[in-house]
């Protein structure tokens, strides 16, 4: 005769069984971010490698098209999308809002925004910029390096007067005269120099944080097989496009419908994708700009930024 207890412990197990089965269960479809800042993304998107991967399993791939990493970290927050393209500055300071992801892949080591004025203006040093209508987009790593540049001359966010603008909307509004200068991003700040003759007044590469792949913590704990396979895919593409680059320009031109002289220059001069394991340099880079956003008042006093830089990073998948 079977006891009380392991009566109880029987319908314990029976009542969690469909629970874990649905937690276990594989989705039916898989969301991916592509970004014209995330030429592997394009690459992936036009070849379907994804598509070829999960086709046997019964799973669909979805692309979203993200313009900013404030864009990408706020479709994962929501749900929308199960990978996100981001800077890793900007995922660490959704991470601190309360964004539940972690970084898990790296796309490129770019330098991929400057700070932008067109060729007629008298602005041409950080401090030039005072008083001056900035064109931005919060939440990315062209406002996080515009925070950081003002910093490195005693400068703050209040001396300007920022226009909040995404990043195609900011190219357009700086070249029309609507504002003085714009925190850049590749390709429509490429698009800006080669067309329009706009001039990069500022640079520094190493303020660039890496381009990093993140995802969902919920999606990670329920799906780390998948996980694990769409970045064996991302590293398939990217060694690929280190060995073929003439094919992801192409992927690229077919994406943007940008000129070859645009995708060129940001892919030959300001791309680097020779790596995608997420790890010391990474950390190091992501930990500085927290240093630095704190100090500038971005991220609060309180924050314990090498805690959130350690919460964030994940790299254990590639």
Known sequence: MLSRRHVLIGAAAVGLAPRIARAAAKPSEINIDWATYNPVSMFLKDHGLMEKEFAPDGISIRWVQTLGSNKALEFLNAGSIDFGSSAGAAALVSKINGNPIKSIYVYSKPEWTALVTRKDTNIY?????????????????????????????????????????????????????????????????????????????????????????????????????????????????????????????????????????????????????????????????????????????VIPVDVDVTKAVDDLIDNRYV
């Open 125 to 297: 040093k950080i401090t030039d910029l005072r008083n001056k209508r900035v064109a931005v987009t919060r939440g990315t790593d062209p406002h996080i390096f515009l925070v950081r540049a003002l910093l490195s001359v005693g400068m703050t966010e209040r001396d300007i007067h920022e226009v909040l603008l995404q990043h195609p909307d900011g190219k357009t509004a700086l070249i029309r005269g609507d504002v003085d200068a714009w925190a850049g991003l590749d390709p429509m700040m490429a698009q800006a120099q080669i067309e329009d003759g706009a001039r990069l007044f500022y640079r520094n590469a190493d303020a660039n944080t890496y381009g990093i792949l993140s995802t969902r913590i919920e999606f990670l704990h329920d799906h780390l097989d998948l996980v694990k396979r769409v970045l064996a895919v991302y590293e398939t593409a990217r060694k690929y496009c280190l060995a073929h680059p003439q094919d992801m320009e192409a992927s690229f031109i077919a994406a943007t419908k940008l000129p070859k002289a645009v995708v060129e220059l940001q892919l030959n001069e300001r791309t680097d994708i020779t790596n995608g394991h997420i790890g010391a340099p990474q950390r190091e880079s992501i930990l500085q700009a927290g240093f630095a956003l704190q100090k500038a008042g």
